[in-house]
């Protein structure tokens, strides 16, 4: 985005002028753009609900995709939602202030998932999954109710990559969250933008832009999560090894049904070995001439 000229978006006024953030941007810029093209996200004309936590990756996340759009490369309408959960001392007027004063179109959304979550939760359980369910329930409506066809997300490659070895440790499963799927009812697109993007970059951008950041308050008071135990392992092996958690999410694009175990998805019992006379009869022919 040209930041001096009069049309750029309040999202990035004040913007640092500094190499180091203008390469940051323009890099963040580029994987997402990569991501919406490589997954085949854009439907010209269509209607995009971005989900907004008031986190860093959700800031990132709606300025980026504003970018996108004011370069002609996003031909889509954004809808910025925030889905007030009524956790104790959530910050209710920062996002809709902050939104106002960004002129971003929005909706807000109040929903006390919070208190049904504390009933049904055993003591000493996590909260994640059923909060989780409860929250995509009421984006998936609010999308059908503002005639959105993809609820967007701000999920990065860190919360991918966190995501596999949690299934791979816990779940006895070779999965993740993909950048595209379509929902159980079939009617909605999820989209995960951010997907190629890591988490240091979304922090530091929003960092630097000042975005006013909400903390969850409800996953971050539970001590122990195995999300976390994952992240630090990762964080672990990051700091042994430089650039293992790109190699790891490169790993995740080339995948090789052949080379795994699982049958479903690779047809070993139909495998067949080549008939040995056609082997020796095509070593012995005489190679042609070009």
């Not at 953030?21 to 323009?26: D, V």
């Not at 995009?48 to 986190?55: A, E, K, N, T």
């Not at 909260?127 to 999308?143: D, P, Q, T, V, W």
Request: hydrophobic letters at 35%; a neutral charge.
């Amino acid at each position: 985005m040209l930041d001096d000229s009069d049309d750029i978006h309040p999202l990035f006024h004040g913007a640092p002028s500094t190499t180091e953030f203008k390469k940051l941007r323009k890099r963040i810029v580029r994987h997402t753009r990569e991501a919406i093209e490589q997954y085949g996200m854009i439907e010209r004309g269509a209607r995009w609900l971005v989900c907004l936590s008031g986190g860093k990756d959700s800031y990132t996340l709606l300025a980026i995709l504003y970018e996108l759009k004011w370069r002609g490369l996003l031909p889509v309408d954004l809808l910025a939602c925030n889905l007030d959960q009524g956790q104790p001392g959530f910050p209710a007027t920062v996002l809709p202030a902050f939104l106002e004063k960004m002129q971003v179109p929005h909706r807000i959304e109040y929903q006390d998932t919070y208190s049904i979550v504390m009933d049904k939760v055993p003591e000493g359980r996590t909260f994640c999954a059923l909060c989780s369910r409860l929250r995509r329930g009421n984006l998936y409506r609010i999308a059908r109710e503002e005639g959105c066809s993809a609820v967007v997300l701000g999920h990065h490659r860190d919360d991918i990559l966190e995501t596999f070895f949690m299934n791979l440790f816990h779940g006895s499963r070779l999965a993740t969250m993909p950048p595209k799927l379509v929902n159980e009812e079939g009617d909605l697109f999820v989209y995960r933008p951010l997907a190629h993007v890591a988490e240091a970059d979304c922090e530091k951008f929003a960092t630097a832009m000042n975005y006013p950041i909400i903390p969850c308050d409800l996953c971050g008071s539970q001590d122990g999560l195995q999300r976390q135990q994952v992240k630090m392992l990762l964080d672990q092996w990051e700091s042994n090894h430089p650039g293992r958690r790109q190699k790891m999410f490169r790993a995740l694009m080339n995948t090789r049904p052949s080379h795994l175990l699982d049958p479903k998805i690779f047809d070993f019992a139909g495998l067949m070995r080549s008939d040995p006379d056609e082997i020796i009869e095509k070593s012995n022919e005489i190679p042609s001439l070009r």
